[in-house]
Nanobody, 123 residues
């Protein structure tokens, strides 16, 4: 199993980024997936969560209306479109696989994580 994130970088407040996570080594379309972030000095938080066919999504309150999660099962890829970025969105963003349908709250029990991609929002 491998999850590889990309798309992070430095952006000014109000800007946008699109993160991607390419999955391999398993049947991507069978699994719930999540985007989790860890800000400096803070614990990991689930930003967004999506079910296997993309029909059901969940967002943390602090990103609702700004972030959009999606997936392309034909390309084995998970996406996170981030708009109206704020300085407090600065964090290391990970994609993770939820093999047991645990949901967005039990992130420490997700079985596979990528290496993360850094997002820095600064003027």
């Amino acid at each position: 199993v491998r999850l590889v994130e990309s798309g992070g970088g430095m952006v000014q407040p109000g800007g946008s980024l699109r993160l991607s996570c390419v999955a391999s080594g398993f049947t991507f379309s069978n699994y719930d997936m999540a985007w989790v972030r860890r800000a400096p000095g803070k614990g990991p938080v689930c930003v967004s969560y999506i079910n296997p066919d993309g029909s059901d999504t969940h967002y943390a309150d602090f990103v609702k209306g700004r972030f959009t999660v999606s997936r392309d099962n034909a390309k084995n890829t998970l996406y996170l479109q981030m708009n109206s970025l704020k300085s407090e969105d600065t964090a290391l963003y990970y994609c993770a696989r939820d093999d047991d349908g645990l949901g967005p709250s039990r992130i420490l029990e997700y079985d596979y994580w990528g290496q993360g991609t850094q997002v820095t929002v600064s003027s």
